[in-house]
Structures are given as structure tokens and as C-alpha cells.
């Protein structure tokens, strides 16, 4: 049997802070947060490869389904990180084989704007997944569709937050679906319009 290529799905997410934007934490749903990001990496990560830049929220869960999985599949995950943020990286990175850091430019919005250009451009993706969030949700969106056009984008508006203002408010009408919207049944969801498109 003919292996099957390793594609890159890019995955924005994050859980937002109660101390940021309320019209982010107002809509959130923390646990559809969480079990879309546990879903997609339960249904990618044997095929494909995640890639992200490490937002403590998230990475933890992507290590917890490599480790119940029992998935020896270190190359099918790639880890960003900002040099800026050395100081507060969280435990779990060192549990990743594939992490790439990126420069320090001083401040903040520098580094991780950096982070972003370089995730974007030297990295082929076929497809972006958007769960929960705040602003940078939605400053990953339009980069990542400036680098990656012809990519499928899939704003989970049923957690809320940013992906819900992405879906809502950015998201061109072919990418429109009810799915995205109404169903909590986030492993199916990414098999019917991830798996079996890509």
C-alpha cells in the first residue's frame, strides 16, 4: 500500500482571557473549545501534521491525545514559538520533537507577527482550523488567507468567541456551513469537512 502524504493542516486556537475583549468571553464555549481541539488532533494526527504556535491553552491537549493515543507520530506536529516568550514557555513544549523558535523582536506584536509570517511561508497547508479565540484569531485568518488561498478554512462557530466572529463576520460564503454553526460532534465534523476532503 502506497504511503499516504503527510499534509499540513494549520490550527489557530485558543481559550479566551477573561481580563481581554469581552465580546470574545461572552460567547465562549470552554469545553467546545476543548473537545474541538482534542477532537481534530484525535482525527489528524495519525494522518497528517498540526501545525500551531504554541498558545499555552492548547498545547497541553495536544500532547494529552498523543499520549492516549499512544501515537509515536512526533513528525506529524510542529510547535512555533517566539523567542519573546522564553521566559513563560509552557512545560509541555519539551515534549515535542519539532519546535521551532522564532526571533525576539522586542515587543509583542513584532515577534508573534513574525512568528506568523514564517509559520505562513514556509509551510505548504491545505487547510486552517479556527477554535475559540481572541484577536489573533482573527489577525491568523486573514494572514493565513493572504499566503494560503486555495486553502480550506474552518472557523468552529459553535465554541464561540473569535472563531465565531470569523465565521460570522470574515469567512467568504463558499466556506459557509451549518455544520460549523450547530454540531457539537466535532470527530465527525472534521472527518466529513477535513479528512475526506484533503
Known sequence: MAKQELKNIFL??????PDRDPKYI???????????????????LPYHRIIWGGHPSITPLIY?????????????VTLYQSEFFKEKFHEDNNKFENVILTENLGDIPSSVKRMREIIFSENKFVAAVFIGGMDGIEVEFNMFREYHPDAILLPISSAGAASKVVYENLLPAEFKNEMLVKNYAYMSLFQNLLIDKI
Open 12 to 17: 489557530s486556537a485558543s481559550i479566551p482571557l
Open 26 to 44: 461572552e460567547t465562549a464555549d470552554i469545553i467546545a473549545i476543548r473537545d474541538a481541539v482534542i477532537a481534530l488532533t484525535t482525527v489528524v
Open 64 to 76: 494529552y491525545v498523543m499520549d492516549k493515543l499512544k501515537l509515536n507520530v512526533q513528525n506529524h
